[in-house]
């Protein structure tokens, strides 16, 4: 689902995107900041890998298994993850879910 990227002040119903949006997608990008629309299906892994800056992941549905290092924790509805820049992470959903990724990007990106 192509969606075009919010604008400063844009009011995003994230209500509405849970029952549109079938695949992950971007609902902002600035400067110094990105949000994306996390679609994973139950069974879906996302591959470890690490993101140089501070990210969060906030569940919006379903349940999630979160491999961190050799460890799992577990993220579920209305729960929210914070992960340091650098820290290796990949992803399991143990349902369908729907997860709100914020990352802060570096001050020196210039796009």
Do not use: F
Not at 42 to 65: D, F, I, N, Y
């Amino acid at each position: 689902m192509a969606l075009s990227h919010a604008s400063s002040g844009q009011v995003v119903n994230l209500g509405a995107l849970d029952g549109q949006a079938t695949e992950t997608c971007a609902l902002l990008k600035a400067r110094d900041i990105e949000l994306m629309w996390l679609v994973l299906p139950a069974g879906k892994r996302v591959p470890s890998h690490a993101v140089s800056t501070s990210m969060s992941l906030q569940c919006m549905r379903g349940k999630v298994e979160v491999q961190l290092d050799g460890d799992v924790k577990l993220l579920e509805a209305d729960q929210v993850m914070y992960l340091a820049g650098g820290v290796p992470h990949g992803l399991h959903a143990l349902e369908d879910a729907r997860l709100l990724m914020t990352v802060v990007l570096p001050a020196s990106r210039t796009d």
